[in-house]
């Protein structure tokens, strides 16, 4: 089965693709990427998304707008992917996270935007969408559903063994009995609301900024001390508390920070947290992903906090780490296709796992789905 998954994250940049061809290999799922690519937004979209997000006031004519723009930004992904790599069997779109309830560590509700009937009516094919609700409606934290494929990835793996993402959020699946999965906090959220602030840029590339300053011990202790921080797992976090109103409540208190020290004080803010959680689960490997990886002076303040502890990259295991999210998608809309939960109620706090997202058929043909699977995989392996 073909399956093609279509993520944007808390950076809110792009649409990401992955084309992954899927077959059962007894009780291991088997997976070969045959397609990945990065799609940017367009501009004026990006500019639309951002104006919407929290802090930010909007009504529901923007919010019309915006998903029906980002289901044609989504659609026009994917029509390129399957123009590229052929014909795929169903898709499963994540959409965009316009808005994540949190009440005292509760998950009341969550919003992702991308209407999926314009996928639908250009490839013809059915498409899964809506991920989070069925987790959220049981209790859970709808987050983070990258769990599910960390899991089946990583398990056997002498560890514990620990899969860091570092999106706009930091998430991290702790693979062990029980599993444990969670947001840490702001990965590149903070690093990119100010780097937007102070040069225009949409983020620090390579970290120079960061590197060229020294940090602020006065401002990081007041960052530290966010109750989030604090709170035990399951939980779950987003652009709803770390925004650009957020990070200037803290600025405002130190006037005269320069840029270079500002941005060298949030790239140890997010390696601070990441290494307080990696310590607290005693990793000893850790597989990273995301955007994130790609900023060698964030990667270098997380692992020289780290000794002893082997920190490589997703693609150590064959899942190239700026599309594993898609590839997680991919994941869930073949256990949505074979009537298989998709979410770890150990990982999102649910009251157990639940078959994800809703299906929307094709525009011109009945909806044909494949045999439901008895028995769910107990890994997946991926090949070149």
Known sequence: MRVLGLSSGTSHDAVDVALVEFRLDGDVLVGRLRHADHV??????RAEILAALPPHPTDLGAVCRLDTGIGQAFAAAAWSATREAGPVDLVCSHGQTLFHWTE???VHGTLQLGQPAWITERLGVPVVSD???ADVAAGGQGAPLVSLLD?????????????LNLGGIANLTVVADPPVAFDVGPANALLDA??????????????RLAAAGLVHPGLLAALMAEPYYARQPPKTTGKELFHEAYLASFIEAFPD??????????????????????RAHDI???AVSGGGAENPELMKRITKRLPGVEVLRSDAYKVPSDAKEAIAFALIGWFTAHGLPGTVAACTGARGGRVLGRISPPADRPLV???????????????S
């Open 40 to 45: 940017p937004y367009p501009k004026r979209l």
């Open 104 to 106: 005292d560590g509760t």
């Open 131 to 133: 991920v989070r609700a």
């Open 151 to 163: 899991l089946l990835l990583l398990r056997g793996l002498p560890g514990p063994v620990g899969a």
């Open 194 to 207: 100010a780097c937007r602030q102070l040069t225009g840029k949409p983020y620090d590339r390579d970290g």
């Open 257 to 278: 920070i320069t840029p270079e020290d500002l941005m060298s004080t949030l790239a140890t803010l997010t390696a601070m947290t990441v290494v307080d959680a990696v």
């Open 284 to 286: 000893a490997t850790l």
């Open 369 to 383: 789905l494949p045999e439901p699977v008895e028995k769910a995989p107990t890994a997946v392996r991926f090949e």
